[in-house]
């Protein structure tokens, strides 16, 4: 029912700032909330932030709580999450995602679709 694709990933110096993309194929975009999560290597797959299907909500991980951005933008049926202050603790695969589950916004079980994801690394 939907397609994600990300984009904007790359590689970024530490205290760099990112922001990735992940455009909704259709009209139905409006009709989910979506999420970030992201995958480092040997680690289990974590949120990072969410947004209501109005845009009026946003939810971020306190990890990432006052460096990271989430938004979107119905026009262009895209959602974006927009990375400043990077470390070396925030390198790894950022995949959107679209909540087709009730229930948390945090837990990765509620989104139904998922996009093939984007690399960022961080150089220091």
């Known amino acids: 029912q939907v397609q994600l694709v990300e984009s904007g990933g790359g590689l970024v110096q530490a205290g760099g700032s990112l922001r990735l993309s992940c455009a909704a194929s259709?009209?139905?975009?409006?009709?989910?909330?979506m999420g970030w999560f992201r995958q480092a290597p040997g680690k289990e797959r974590e949120f990072v932030a969410a947004?209501?299907?109005?845009?009026?909500?946003?939810y971020h991980a306190d990890s990432v709580k006052d460096r990271f951005t989430i938004s979107r933008d119905h026009a262009q049926n895209t959602v974006y999450l927009q990375m400043n202050s990077l470390t070396r603790e925030d390198p790894a695969i950022y995949y959107c995602?679209?909540?087709?589950?009730?229930?948390?916004?945090?837990?990765?079980?509620?989104?139904?679709?998922w996009g093939q994801g984007t690399q960022v690394t961080v150089s220091s």
């Open positions: 995602a679209a909540k087709v589950s009730g229930g948390s916004l945090d837990v990765t079980w509620n989104y139904g679709y």
């Open positions: 947004i209501s299907t109005t845009g009026g909500n946003t």
């Open positions: 259709g009209n139905t975009f409006s009709r989910y909330s």
